[in-house]
Structures are given as structure tokens and as C-alpha cells.
């Protein structure tokens, strides 16, 4: 399993709680974990996130992960029997005979 920093869980708990991300929040929320925080950590991760909109970022985040989710059901797509290509022909030249009359 792969390990995932504690301080960057801390940082969005603190965001999805409402709360204002700062040295002394950080520090609680590790504290609360069981985490022994480095204050040198604390002090640039949060001067790191002042101004970040997390909002954006999140929406960003689930945006770049959809295709990623999405890859499984296009592999069982690519299983699926092909289509005559004359066939596919035949109805692309029939809309357009419909298109213009």
C-alpha cells in the first residue's frame, strides 16, 4: 500500500471542515493523528496553500481521474464486434441525401 502524507490529509480536512489552514490548525489536526508534526513542514505547507482554491483545484482533480476510471469500460468497448464499414458508408451517404433533399 502505498503511503500518503499525513500533511496533505491535514490540509484537507481543515478545508472540507471549514476551517483556515494554518500552522497552528496543521499542527492540531497531526497532533489528533497520532503525528509527530515537523513545525519546518507546517510553516511552508501552509505558507504553500494561502490563496489556493481548493474548490477549483478538487473539481480539477475528479475531472483529470474521470478518464482514468473511465479507461476499464473503454477496453470492453474495444471488444465489442465491428461494424461493416460498408454498411456505415451506406447510412453516412443516406443522411446526407436527407441533409439536402
Known amino acids: 500500500m502505498t503511503k500518503v502524507d499525513p500533511y496533505l490529509h491535514a490540509v484537507l480536512l481543515l478545508h472540507g471542515a471549514g476551517k483556515e489552514v494554518t500552522e497552528s490548525n496543521l499542527s492540531s489536526v497531526l497532533k489528533s493523528a497520532g503525528v509527530e508534526a515537523d513545525g ?32 476499464p469500460a473503454a477496453e470492453a468497448k474495444k471488444e465489442a464486434p465491428k461494424e461493416d ?16 433533399g
Open 85 to 100: 464499414p460498408a454498411k456505415k458508408e451506406e447510412q453516412a451517404a443516406e443522411g446526407l441525401a436527407n441533409l439536402f
Open 40 to 71: 519546518a513542514k507546517v510553516k511552508v505547507l501552509a505558507d504553500a496553500v494561502k490563496g489556493v482554491n481548493f474548490e477549483d483545484l478538487l473539481k480539477n482533480a475528479l475531472v483529470v481521474a474521470a478518464p482514468a476510471a473511465a479507461a
